[in-house]
């Protein structure tokens, strides 16, 4: 489970950074950057979550408490994240299909990662097959 997670962490990167590496053949400045911060969005959350995950597996507090706070945080950052990208969109920094784009690129990775297991087991299957 953990190897899944850090594979799944490490084509998430790679995604985005390959979606990094075509946007910047566009030269256009509100699409690389509104890439660039959807994905540092994706993967900062990914982090977050991976460490609430552990943390709640865990265990050390009370359920409750931990489900509060998991709550009013979610909804600071989204309200603050919101709040950043209203800013950024009225000076003209943010191309939102770009954006969304980047936001995807933990999807990216997740889907890599699927189709990489996918192989793996009708390999697995071939071999035993025969």
Not at 1 to 14: G, P, Q, T, W, Y
Request: no cysteine; proline share 2%.
């Amino acid at each position: 489970m953990e190897k899944d997670a850090e594979r799944f962490r490490n084509l998430s990167v790679a995604v985005y950074a390959a979606m990094l590496a075509v946007a910047a053949l566009l030269w256009n400045f509100a699409v690389i950057f509104s890439l660039a911060f959807g994905g540092m969005v994706a993967l900062l959350n990914l982090a977050y979550l991976w460490k609430l995950i552990g943390a709640a597996l865990k265990g050390g507090g009370p359920a409750d408490a931990a489900r509060v706070k998991a709550v009013i945080s979610f909804y600071l950052r989204f309200f603050a994240l919101g709040g950043v990208i209203l800013a950024l969109n009225e000076i003209g920094w943010i191309n939102f299909p770009a954006l969304i784009a980047g936001l995807s690129s933990t999807v990216g990775g997740a889907m890599a990662l699927a189709l990489l297991n996918v192989m793996k087991a009708l390999k697995g299957n071939y071999e035993r097959a025969y």
